[in-house]
């Protein structure tokens, strides 16, 4: 089954730096929106950040807004989560979701079931402790 795939998760100390990467094969992003999403331990999973390639729009929850970055490079099919000033609430583990149907990057990561969004990778542990 074709599906993302995703890497740059790891340990690292509260306030910290963490680059997370999306990655297609056999499929190119720039036709799909691509969102991140996360999941602590007991926790529902959440949209963390959302990115549309057709109109370059992008969205941010709250909780993550001035210290996580979206972005994507079309030449590496890949999209980015740049994640700064890491807090130990961000302890999760990440997801990239991939989707065409989502019309706003706000409708795809308004989503909270899994079944909601057609491809989803494998995920990312990121642990923010010190």
């Known amino acids: 089954q074709v599906r993302p795939m995703e890497s740059g998760g790891g340990l690292v100390q509260p306030g910290g730096s963490l680059r997370l990467s999306c990655a297609a094969s056999?499929?190119?992003?720039?036709?799909?929106?691509v969102g991140w999403f996360r999941q602590a331990p007991g926790k529902g999973r959440e949209g963390v950040s959302c990115?549309?390639?057709?109109?370059?729009?992008?969205y941010y929850a709250d909780s993550v807004k001035g210290r996580f970055t979206i972005s994507r490079d079309s030449a590496e099919n890949t999209v980015f989560l740049q994640m700064n000033s890491l807090k130990p609430e961000d302890t999760a583990v990440y997801y990239c979701a991939v989707d065409p149907k989502f019309r706003t990057v706000q409708a795809m990561c308004a989503v909270t079931a899994v079944e909601s969004v057609d491809m989803w990778g494998q995920g990312t542990l990121v642990t923010v402790s010190s």
């Open positions: 990115i549309r390639s057709s109109d370059g729009s992008t």
């Open positions: 056999g499929f190119n992003l720039d036709y799909y929106a």
